[in-house]
């Protein structure tokens, strides 16, 4: 008979069947390379920044940089929830370590290089009260941004069964609202994108402080988010999802920048597709009602 991970790694002379102290270090390891991650993004990004405002701005490869290992960091924080689970090392302490790590890497870092990428260098002969407004609003929509994800990490550590304002099916589960690594993936995604040149243009400011604004709200919002947690990595799968993930694996190496932000949008959207769909479909059976009911008015 084949034994589960979890099983394995049970130690025998505990009599309540408790996995070995060594096993909790694994998910806690992939917590570690998250902060780590986190801090070299956050310094990376801080030297680009000075060094491009020394040499003059252009494509400042610290952002790209930068904005890779937060999306390495958005795999780690998947890794160690998902090798918790399987290992039965699920505990108090790692939530809160995981919460505290998702701060810094998806709330600080990535509200640092959006801040710098997205406001630091708006053309300089712009006139100076328009450049001070938009600049005072990227420090105002960056700091925002922290706040609700560190607002998001709070609730999703307080509320035992969240329930989103438009429940999906029974057998799947959800996210209520963004998640921060998914919100700092899409930040990343955009940088990474736009080839880690600036924004000097002040109407492309003026929609990055939007789309800092978007992301900020969803965090905090109740929209339903699919987790996948409900996927198991160790069921047999079919062929053509063989095929599906070699495809995007190609893609995500041949052709990364597009791809990655194809898919950050894809998800970041798709709670704002979702929600729009219930209002409507609410709207329209309201309607369906008042037309039943109509009638028997007159």
């Known amino acids: 008979m084949q034994l589960r991970l979890s099983e394995k790694l049970i ?21 570690a390379a998250n902060v780590f991650f986190g801090f070299l993004a956050l310094t990376k990004t801080v030297q680009g920044t000075l060094r491009a405002a020394a040499e003059g701005a252009g494509s400042i490869p610290e952002y790209a940089l930068a904005a890779q290992l937060i999306g390495v960091a958005v795999a780690c924080d998947g890794l160690d929830g998902r090798i918790a689970r399987m290992t039965n090392t699920v505990s108090d302490f790692g939530r809160e ?14 509200a640092v290089l959006a801040f ?9 002969h712009l006139e100076p009260a328009l450049r001070e407004q938009v600049q005072q ?25 969240p329930v989103p304002k438009n429940p999906g099916r029974p057998d799947r589960k959800y996210f209520v609202g963004l998640p921060i690594p998914a919100a700092a993936a899409f930040v990343a995604s955009v940088v990474y994108a736009a080839n880690s040149a600036p924004i000097e243009n ?12 978007l992301l900020s709200f969803l965090m905090v919002s109740t929209w339903r988010y699919r987790s996948f947690k409900d ?20 893609l995500v190496w041949n052709y990364s920048q597009p791809v990655l932000f194809a898919m ?5 959207a798709s709670g704002i597709l979702v929600r729009l769909g219930g209002l ?13 009911e109509s009638p028997g008015l007159g």
Not at 116 to 124: A, K, S
Not at 147 to 155: E, F, H, N, P, Y
Not at 202 to 213: E, R
Not at 231 to 250: A, H, M, Q, T
């Open 11 to 31: 130690d025998p002379k505990s009599p309540e069947r408790r996995p070995r102290r060594a096993a909790y270090a694994l998910p806690t390891l992939f917590t």
């Open 97 to 110: 370590l995981d919460s505290l790590a998702d701060v810094i890497t998806f709330g600080i870092a990535p």
């Open 116 to 124: 710098c990428w997205g406001f630091y260098f708006v053309n300089p």
């Open 137 to 161: 609003g990227g420090y105002f929509l960056a700091f925002v941004y922290l706040l609700c994800g560190a607002a998001r990490l709070a609730r999703f550590n307080v509320v035992t069964n």
């Open 202 to 213: 002040w109407l492309l400011a003026i929609g990055w402080l939007a789309i800092l604004g």
């Open 231 to 250: 996927l198991n990595l160790l069921e047999p799968r079919s062929p053509l999802s063989i095929v599906l993930v070699g495809s995007l694996i190609f």
């Open 264 to 268: 950050c949008l894809t998800y970041v």
């Open 280 to 292: 409507l479909r609410r709207k329209q059976g309201g309607s369906a009602v008042a037309g039943t």
